[in-house]
């Protein structure tokens, strides 16, 4: 079983930076895959950014140039760096771990809101 939790959500200013951790608990091992979501009230989740255990990054157009995603394998965490944050940037955003087996986990999410 592992768990993911989240923190460093809230409140910032449109062209402003924010940064969220994830950090995971549990048995860990193999390759595996650490990705951020954001669901906006009323729309669907959908991704922002993955790396793998390797390093390897992906990132959803509307956050390319923004974000980077990183990871510190040694203490299972893995990080967003949001700059250059807009008003569309608002949502929650979940922390999900995918070791690539039967079960993935998520975070419970934390809350970011970009507003002047």
């Known amino acids: 079983q592992v768990h993911v939790v989240e923190s460093g959500g809230g409140l910032a200013q449109p062209g402003g930076t924010l940064r969220l951790s994830c950090a995971a608990s549990?048995?860990?091992?193999?390759?595996?895959?650490w990705g951020w979501y954001r669901q906006a009230p009323g729309k669907l989740r959908h991704m922002c950014a993955t790396?793998?255990?390797?390093?390897?990054?992906n990132y959803a157009d509307s956050v390319k140039g923004r974000f980077t995603i990183s990871r510190d394998n040694a203490k299972n965490t893995v990080y967003l760096q949001m700059n250059s944050l807009k008003y569309d940037d608002t949502a929650v955003y979940y922390c999900?771990?995918?070791?690539?087996?039967?079960?993935?986990?998520w975070g419970q999410g934390t809350q970011v809101t970009v507003s002047s």
């Open positions: 549990g048995s860990i091992s193999g390759f595996y895959v």
């Open positions: 999900n771990f995918d070791p690539l087996g039967p079960a993935d986990y």
């Open positions: 790396i793998t255990s390797g390093g390897n990054t």
